[in-house]
């Protein structure tokens, strides 16, 4: 998929740049929804105090997800966890090396604290069984792409450091090895080792090297990458969704793209916020297809057996248990 260059207009002066191309414009309805799938259903505009409480729930939701990992990952004291908003679980001094041998995927734990996410997205409630399945397993991957590029963000790219949701890193400087140079083999001690270290390390490296670069321009705010989240969630699940449940979608994305709007409107003004909201709906396809790659390489690894999962992992990689 083509991806788009985004780049932030913070602190440029005069709106430098061409809006012309925008989807959003100053004389936008709050209502009207950009989006890079299908065309939604036409919902009433919300009123501003009512656009305001969505968004602090998103940005609550964010938050929690954030003090959960600081309580799993890091030795934080009780205090440092519940002092308000948590736009960052972890500092530099707290991430831990990532060890592809003894990576598993996510923990138990941390599907626990997906599926609470999930089941607080605005929505979430409204839809059946097996689209609520499916939404959750689409979270996992959204959160997993999006989490990773915010922290990493946070850190600086300059570290040179990806960090991971579970607050590990992986060294970016120089790369690392892929698995394909001549002589890697000698390495490892098993095939199946060079095997779950390329279908790990791969992907990752791709993302520093193609994907890191655009989140960076697009400089999102943790408010920003909250509401991005959630869009990215209906996103990239609307087409797999059940048909009885489109319309519940659409009307989310729609919602999504009023806060979305009023945000960027009162942070940047009424000439450049419009511009901002479309840049940052605009690269949610970045998104999408970040995670469909990503859950390409899960099945690798789940149907090869490559990798000792959780048994939850390979679950949510099934397509014949999502309707059963």
């Known amino acids: 998929m083509q991806r788009y260059m985004v780049q932030s207009k913070r602190g440029r002066p005069d709106g430098a740049g061409n809006t012309e191309d925008a989807s959003l414009s100053p004389s936008t309805p709050l ?48 205090l440092d966890i519940f002092s308000g908003m ?44 097996a689209s609520q399945n499916f939404l959750f397993r689409i979270a996992c991957g959204v959160d997993f792409v999006i989490s990773s590029s915010y922290y990493t963000m946070c850190i600086g790219t300059e570290s040179n450091l990806l960090i991971n949701q579970d607050g590990t890193y992986i060294q970016m400087k120089p790369l690392p090895l892929l698995g394909d140079e001549p002589g890697t083999e000698l390495m490892f001690t098993k095939k199946e080792e060079l095997e779950k270290y390329k279908n790990i390390i791969k992907p990752r490296v791709k993302s520093w090297i193609d994907f890191m670069p655009h989140y960076e321009a697009l400089d999102p705010s943790f408010e920003e990458n909250s509401i991005l989240k959630a869009l990215c969630c209906w996103q990239t699940a609307h087409f ?20 979305l709007l009023k945000w960027c409107i009162d942070t940047y003004g009424d000439e450049e916020g419009p511009v901002r909201a479309a840049n940052i709906v605009l690269f949610s396809s970045s998104i999408c297809s970040e995670v469909m790659e990503l859950v390409n390489s899960l099945i690798i690894i789940s149907f090869f057996e490559i990798m000792d ?13 999502l309707f059963s």
């Open 309 to 321: 999962c959780d048994p939850l992992i390979n679950e949510i990689l099934s397509t014949t248990t």
């Open 240 to 259: 797999n969704l059940q048909e009885c449940d489109k319309d519940t979608v659409r009307k989310q994305k729609s919602l999504l793209t009023q806060c």
């Open 86 to 129: 948590c736009k960052m679980p972890f500092e530099k001094h707290q991430l831990q090396p990532f060890d592809f041998r003894s990576y598993r995927g996510y923990q138990k734990q941390e599907y626990v604290m997906l599926f609470n996410y999930a089941n607080t997205l605005p929505g979430f409630q409204e839809l059946s069984n």
């Open 31 to 78: 209502g009207s929804t950009p989006s890079t799938s299908s065309a939604p259903l036409p919902h009433s505009p919300m009123k501003n105090d009512e656009i305001q409480k969505l968004n602090e729930h998103f940005f609550k939701m964010d938050s929690n997800l954030n003090k959960s990992r600081r309580m799993a990952f890091t030795d934080s004291r009780l």
